[in-house]
């Protein structure tokens, strides 16, 4: 039921921080989004696996966004601001100023990115360690967490960084101190990303033991001593100044805040799905896999009892919806990937002028393209001979290596082919011809850095398989989590790339799962909202609020017919990691 508080006319704002911008909307408590704005923000990438941004630039694009959306609104009838962010490090100095996370020692770049990957040294000495905190990231810690980053900090900028360091925050805590001015941590950020135990705090022999003892002998008030669970109430609300910069009315409840794929997770697991004729229904929550699918795609599932599932971090308890233990796959730049393979392929300048001619984004005139070239066939069976393995960026999970490389898998490599050898990929990808691959008895070749030929239609079954590519490691991920102990029987998918029917057709038949799609496609911002919605008190719970606030838009059933071929694609998808790390064993032996 509603809270006795609310009224018919309620608002909440939601805040979403990415990887390049800032979103914000209007949401009253049906969770039906009433306005959305949008603002760019800014990166920097110095050095290659070094990416920054800026704090006063990331809060200047929140105060943006929220003006556009509350704009000729009765102000009286918000009731509640709710953040969520990419869990990027943020660097204070004792008097809250920005320092410098670069060599440069340009204070404005005072966040190292979740994606950044400078601390490849420090997170494997941390792995070595073997402490009892990695089982809760699924035995290995990546890089892209915070304790690795820290670490390099102080090895690396002693005197113009650390020495001088008053605060640590998680990009979404950050936000959340700007608006109210309290230094209280989420629970989700530092459980998921800081190795903070729930149930038992701190562990002071994990920050010794690699070196970062300087937060035990502060008592953690760096990193954060005071936590509170996700949609809890901070403070006094928002402050006269943050209420100033952002639009607001002062006093308005500020939630604690959620990571972004928390959030989306928020934003869809929750919903109604009675009618649907889905296997989920009148089953616990626990058989839904939400999917957050952008820049990068995490994979959240929820158990009522801790679930270990090796390479697949968590289990996190009340890390996204209170009282349920959380464990977090992931899939590290796919949205990235897709636009790389795409922009770097040499038809993309024929593929931008035919979609703009259509007034098409080139997404969706590949999609249509595709299906002009497909004939009679399904228009995943364009990629029999076409094979990619998608860890461009490493491995996140189930496999935890962050040293794989991408792969594509092509049944034949002709000699003209030579002719046209780009660099567009040869930092990041291996070619590789198999002579099994075909009946002739042709040799096959290895090849870095072969670019395709300049045919659109290349360029469209190339962009197949690299989607399809990424619902194989999804597949891959849903399979570790099923071994280790969770029923998972749909998927409820969120982010920019849910927005693809294909991206979203190919999981389902992939994965043999249906997928169920938001009525609202901007399903972190809602989760954010709901995060509003729980610390005005208008809701008795999370869950409450997500049951009411998250619904069903369209669900998409897989094509059972074409199960044999993708799981034959699926068993090459498995030997093209089997034979990279035979090929690295190789190059390292003596």
Known sequence: MLGEAQEPGSYYVGVDVGTGSVRAALVDQRGSLLAFADQPINKWEPQFNHHEQSSEDIWTACCVVTKKVVQGIDLNRIRGLGFDATCSLVVLDKQFRPLPVNCEGDFHRNIIMWLDHRAVSQVHRINETKHSVLQYVGGVMSVEMQAPKLLWLKENLRETCWDKAGHFFDLPDFLSWKATGVTARSLCSLVCKWTYSAERGWDDSFWKMIGLEDFVADNYSKIGNQVLPPGASLGNGLTPEAAKDLGLPAGIAVAASLIDAHAGGLGVIGADVRGHGLACEG????????????????????????????????????????????????????????????????????????????????????????????????????????????????????????????????????????????????????????????????????????????????????????????AFGTRLIIEAMQAAGHSISTLFLCG???????????????????????????????????????????????????????????????????????????????????????????????
């Open 283 to 470: 089953q616990p929550v626990t058989s839904r896999l939400a999917v957050i699918c952008g820049t990068s795609s995490c994979h959240m599932g929820i158990s009522k009892d801790p679930i270990f599932v090796p390479g697949v971090w968590g289990p996190y308890f009340s890390a996204m919806v209170p009282g349920f233990w959380l464990n977090e796959g992931g899939q590290s730049v796919t949205g990235k990937l897709i636009d790389h393979m795409v922009q770097g392929h040499a038809a993309f300048p024929e593929l931008q002028a035919k979609a703009t001619a259509r007034c098409q984004s080139v997404y969706a005139y590949l999609n249509s393209h595709l299906d002009l070239i497909k004939k009679a066939q399904p228009v995943g069976f364009l990629t029999v001979d076409l094979h990619v393995w998608p860890d461009f960026h490493g491995n996140r999970s189930p496999l935890a290596d962050l040293t794989l490389k991408g792969m594509l898998l092509l049944p034949l490599c002709p000699v003209e082919w030579l002719e046209v050898v780009s660099p567009w990929l040869c930092n990041f990808c291996i070619y590789i011809s198999l002579k099994s691959c075909f009946p002739s008895p042709s040799p096959g070749c290895l090849v870095t850095g072969l670019k395709l030929s300049q045919d659109l239609d290349d360029l469209a079954i190339l962009y197949l398989a690299t989607v399809q590519a990424i």
């Open 496 to 590: 920019g790339l849910s927005k693809n029917p294909l991206f979203v057709q190919m999981h389902a038949d992939i994965t043999g799962m249906p997928v169920v799609l938001s009525q609202e496609v901007e399903s972190v911002l809602v989760g954010a909202a709901i995060l509003g919605a729980c610390a005005s008190g208008d809701f008795a719970s999370v869950q409450e609020a997500m049951a009411r606030m998250s619904k069903v838009g369209k669900v998409v059933f897989p094509r059972l017919e074409d199960k044999r071929y993708y799981d034959k694609k699926y068993q090459v998808f498995l030997k093209l990691v089997e034979h990279q790390k035979e090929y690295a064993a190789i190059m390292k032996g003596d």
